[in-house]
Each structure stands twice: as C-alpha cells, then as structure tokens.
C-alpha cells in the first residue's frame, strides 16, 4: 500500500481548518519532513499569514513519531489544542489510518491541588493550615473567586487554570494551587488517584504530540528529573522568544520578603537553635538590603557576602532539622513540612548559588520604589543572578538526541540566521564540529506583498533622541502622523515612561483621538477596544511589540518611538556584551543591536495581519536612517517601501484614511 503523499495531507488538512495553501506553507512543510526524515535540525523563518501550525503539524503527524510542541504564548497553545490539532487529526485520519492522540502539558502550579482545596492552605504564621473558605470573607473578590473555584473543581476535567472562564486573581489561585517543590507527590497524597496534574501528565505519556510551553521545556533541560517524556522530535513554535525564556527560568532571585517567609514557615517545625540561626540571618540579609546599591556585583561586596554564606549556612542547618523532627500536633504535617521545605529550600539555591560565584553567573541589585506604607519598604528590594548566556545550555540540552525544528516570523536578523543561531548555542549555518549541531535555515516568505503594503518611514529630520531626555520634536511629528491617519495608531514605546508621557502629552493635543495607555486596563481589554474603534489609539510597551494582532483598518500606523536598545544600566545585556567585546567580538552588534533587531521586526509585524492591509511604519529615531547599523536593523524588518519623506508619508496616511472610511 502506498504511504499518502506530503502534498495530500497538506491538502486535506488546510481544507479542514478552513485555510488556504500558501506557498510560503507548502515549502515549510516540505522542509520540516526533510529534518525530521534525517534526524536533522532547522530554522524555519514563515511570515505572518503562512499558516506555520499546520506546516509543521502535518508532517509530523504524517511521521508517527513522538512530538512536543513547545510554545510562547498561552493564545498559540489553545489554537492548537482546540482548533488545529481536532481538524488536522478528524482530516488526517481516514488517509493515515490512524488517529494520532494529542495532549496539554504545562507546569504543576497551573492545575488546581485538590489537597490545598479540601484541606486548606498552611498558614506563615501559624501551625497547621487553615480553611481558606472560612478566612476569606464571602462577599469579598477573594471569597467570591474561591466559591467559584471550589464549585468548578466538581465540573472541570482538567483542573487547567486556563480552562475557568473567567479567570481569577493570582491570589485566589494561589490558595489552591502548589509548585512542584511543594507538591506531597501522588503516592503520599490523599488525592493523589484524583489528582489533575498528575493526570495531565499520563494523557501526555499516551500522546503522539504533546503541546507545552518555553518555561517547561526550559525546567526539562535545567532540572536533572525529565517532566516531558521522551520524544523524537521537538518543535519550538515562537523561537525567537525561547532564550529569554529559558534565561528566566535559570534566574534565582532573594528578597527580605521571601526569606521572611521561609522563616515563618520553618520557625514552628525545627529546633529553637535551628530557628534562631535561620532568624538572625535573615535579619542581617535584611539590613544589607536596604544599604544596597542599584547595579551589577562584578565582586560581592564582603558584607554582604558573609550575610549570604550566614544565610545559606542557616538554611542547611534548617533543612536537615526539618528532617529528623516530627510534631504530630501540626494539622496536615507533610503538607506543612514540604511548604516550608519548598521555601527554605529555594533560598538556599539562591543562596548557595551567588556565594559560589561562577564566573558564568551575573549577579545584580534592584529596588523600585516602594508602593507605600511601612509593610511594602522592602517589596522592590531584589538580589537577582542569572547566567551570562543560556546558549551552552541549549547546544547541550535541546540540539540531542532529536530532531528539532524552531520557527517564527522573525529568525533572519539583518538578513541572515547565524545570530538568532549564535544565540541558541549553535555554529555558523552549515558548519560541522565536534560539539557543534549541523543545522540549516529556510526562509519561506510571506504571503503578503510587503512593498506594496506598507511604507517604512523614518523622521530623519528628529533630533538624535538622549536618554530620558525631552523629546517635543518627536511628540509633535508623532501629532501629526496620527492627525494624518485619522487615529488608527499603535504606539511602540521603548520605555513605559515614554508612553505614559507621550499620552498625557497627546491626549490634551487631539482630544478627538482617543489615546489607550497600557496599564490602565487588562491588556485584553485594551487591544479589543482598539480595534473597536478605528479613531482610537494604543500606547504601550513590550507587550504591544509582540502581543497584537489587530488586522483591518483599526490599524494602519504603527510607531515606534525610538530604537528599543537595551538600557546601558541593563546589568544583564550589559554583562553580555561586555563577556563578548573581551571575547574579541562586536558586543554592541552581538547583543544590544540583535536585542533592537528583534524587537524592531516584532513590531514593525503588527501592521500587516492581512491581505487587504494598508499602512506605515513609522520609526521616530533618525539613527535607523544615519547610524551604520540601520541598515542591520532595516534588513530584519519586512520589506516595506522606504522613505524619509515626511509629506509623503502624510499624504499617504491621509489616502489610506480615506480609503477605510469609504469603505466603512
């Protein structure tokens, strides 16, 4: 019997979901079954509108072998699970002649414990644990959304947060929900034959594709205990934001507030020596934090030092004490113990970790300010350590054992792959080495017609912008560019500062344009009365770069303020680039210029989400224009048609404007 061809499932799939084969698709698909068929690895570049699920879906289905499907944002991961993957399987399954079963799998704290629900939460202060229902006050938000969670653990099937519509708050949620360092495990719980998470990780075991998020798949190559099962191909859907992903999961962080905590939890279960110890440490923590200065520690400072060896010392002690004493008069013990274990235990990493001092390691202050009273004096005082670069960990971890296959919109940076390639732990494309991965990059365009399309215009004319500095000359071209496209604008700011100037600037300048300001509303709401109203505007920051896709004409300028270099007291990029200039490399281009890339071609993404889309890019920052390096950052973002000129720029806006109200 002849094996179905790549062109026919591809067919039948996209029929399925309602899509049209593209191209752009058709090639990706061609590219993924060539990978996977060699146990290869790819970077796949598929614009916007490709339709790249089912590029990569289809033959991986078609191949039969176990695949994990790893994606950034929560909206992705649901389109698979309830869209793609139902219709491509119902689709594929009289020419497969199977039906290849797929499955959901996120981190432990993301299903409801029906532990905590049934038997209460273990208090900080206090032995033993207490009925979260009976503290929190029935006509309160908080009591309100533990009634409901309480009733929709008797309905739902999954016990996925994701799946409780509407949501509720973090605080609510983290009532009846526990990490995995403070989960009793299924075999010493009361709930464990009930148990969601667990549940969730069995349906993933029987899956012919499992879909999860970055953050999993980084604990999967970090933590020494696999949490994914075993897999033959890994499919990284969102790749570009995988490094910062991975970076967040390998970054330990120490605050007073935190440490206090794991005393509290601690105090009623260990000794009084062990308790004292564990108490004094934390109180000179506590002092150094708020002496602390702002900034990267290139050295720890000698105080500061012995308070975290007397810290980590503490915690230790703490640990094996927690161990080998029992009190049979704390309600739940093992419920009490594994809490304070989970918290002790993760101070002690952290701990552990900076006074170890790998030279791999950045270790850095924060404090933000305060958000008022005497309770909150700590809650901005941070110590933080992350390392120099995750690309070692990935190469090790990721590029093993499997085939993989990452793709995004924006993987070429300055028109080729090798330094989103760099910055995944691989070699340049193509070149072979004992510890290097072979891989090779695709590119299979986009569907839209880019030059005709959109415009890319930058104010050449604006001032060099300084940092923090007044910027009128931008605020009045930005005035003008909106008044000309009739609202219909989405403002990209490279701090929240600048937005939040920017929108009380404006919003005196055209009343008649109304101006959203991220922050003022869940983000949710803000992009859905964006596009409401075409006359409205959207001003926000790092979210708004990657996280809307408004198409139609409630979105035909898109402006980014200036270009979105890191901030030169970012002590992480800052440790990067400078690891990478005495490596004898071009820091600046290999880490601030790559960041800017990246961001600059996320954004300039939002303008064009369909075929009938019209608009402009506006950049605000003439150094796209001047600079030497414009010309990288130009070559990452979508072919649009380029210009300086600002009364074209004007006229074209006004057309565009006029052409959507005609056919509104």
């Keep these: ?35 996977i068929d060699h146990g290869a690895h790819l970077l796949v570049q598929a614009g916007t509108g490709t339709g790249k699920s089912l590029g990569y879906l289809v033959p991986a289905l078609a191949h039969g072998e176990r695949v994990v499907v790893a994606t950034a944002t929560l909206a992705l991961q649901r389109q698979l699970v309830e869209r793609d993957l139902p219709r491509t399987v119902e689709a594929l399954h009289p020419i497969l002649r199977r039906r290849p079963e797929f499955a959901m799998l996120k981190g432990r704290s993301n299903y409801l414990c029906l532990h905590r629900l049934h038997e209460g939460v273990p208090q900080d202060e206090e032995e033993g644990l207490f009925d979260q229902f009976e503290a929190a006050a029935p006509t309160s938000k908080l009591g309100q959304d533990l009634l409901r969670l309480r ?98 999961v390998a970054t330990g962080e120490l605050t007073p507030g935190q440490v206090n905590r794991a005393v509290r939890r601690a105090a009623k279960l260990v000794n009084e020596k062990a308790a004292d110890q564990l ?59 594994k809490q304070a274990l989970a918290s002790v235990e993760s101070v002690h990493d952290v701990a552990e970790r900076i006074t170890h001092g790998s030279e791999w390691d950045v270790v850095w202050y924060e404090r933000h300010e305060p958000r008022g009273g005497a309770a909150y004096r700590h809650s901005g005082a ?73 415009i890319l215009y930058v104010a050449k004319h604006l001032a060099r912008p300084a940092r923090d500095g007044d910027r009128k000359d931008m605020l009045d071209e930005l005035t003008e560019l909106i008044q000309a496209a009739g609202g219909r604008t989405l403002g990209l700011f490279s701090s929240m500062r600048a937005a939040q100037l920017a929108a009380e600037d404006l919003r005196s300048r055209i009343p008649e344009y109304p101006i959203l300001l991220q922050g003022e509303e869940t983000l949710g709401e803000l992009i859905k009365n964006f596009a409401a109203d075409p006359r409205t505007c959207l001003f926000g920051t790092l979210s708004l770069w990657q996280g809307v896709d408004v198409p139609g004409p409630s979105c035909q300028l898109v402006v980014m303020d200036k270009i979105p270099f890191p901030r030169p007291d970012d002590p992480l990029m800052s440790a990067r680039q400078k690891a ?41 920052d003439p150094r796209l224009a001047t600079a030497r390096y414009g010309s990288y950052l130009k070559a990452s973002m979508p072919d649009f048609w380029y210009t300086t000129d600002r009364n074209q720029v004007r006229k074209s806006l006004a057309a565009i404007d006029a052409a959507a109200k005609q056919a509104d």
Excluded at 9 to 19: E, N, P, S
Excluded at 312 to 337: M, P
Excluded at 399 to 404: A, H, K, Q
């Design 1 to 35: 019997m002849t094996q179905p061809s790549l062109p026919e499932l591809l067919h039948a799939a996209v029929t399925a979901v309602g899509g049209t084969e593209r191209p752009g698709q058709v090639a990706m698909a061609e590219a993924v079954a060539e990978a």
């Design 151 to 248: 009733d929709w653990s008797d309905e739902t099937e999954t016990g996925d947060r994701d799946d409780l519509t509407p949501g509720v708050s973090d605080r609510a949620w983290s009532q009846v929900s526990v990490s995995s360092r403070e989960c009793l495990g299924a075999t010493k719980c009361a709930y464990g034959a009930e148990c969601f998470a667990e549940a969730a990780r069995e349906r993933a075991k029987l899956a012919e594709v499992i879909v999860t998020n970055h953050a999993l798949l980084a604990i999967d190559a970090i933590e020494g205990a696999p949490v994914l099962p075993q897999h033959e191909v890994l499919i990284v859907d969102e790749a570009h934001e995988l490094v910062s992903r991975v970076t967040g």
């Design 279 to 337: 108490q004094t440490a934390a109180e000179g923590f506590e002092r150094l934090m708020e002496l602390a200065l702002p900034g990267r520690l290139e050295e720890i400072p000698e105080d500061l030092g012995y308070a975290l060896m007397a810290l980590r010392d503490a915690c230790r002690t703490v640990i094996s004490a927690i161990g080998s004493t029992r009190d049979k008069s704390v309600q739940d013990e093992d419920a009490v113990r």
């Design 382 to 454: 941070s110590l933080r350590v992350a390392p120099m670069s995750v690309s070692g960990l990935l190469r090790e971890k990721l590029f093993t054992d499997r085939s993989v296959v990452l793709t995004s919109a924006t993987l070429k940076l300055g028109g080729d792959f090798n330094g989103v390639g760099a910055s995944l732990g691989l070699g340049p494309e193509g070149a072979e080495g004992d510890d290097l991965p072979l891989w090779k990059g695709v590119d299979v365009g986009s569907p839209f017609d880019y030059p005709r399309q959109g």
């Design 580 to 620: 990478v200039e005495e490596a004898g490399g071009n820091g600046f281009m290999a880490v601030a210029a790559t960041h800017a890339a990246l961001l600059m071609a996320q954004g300039a993404g939002r303008l064009v989400r369909a075929s009938g889309d019209r608009g402009v890019v506006a950049v605000l």
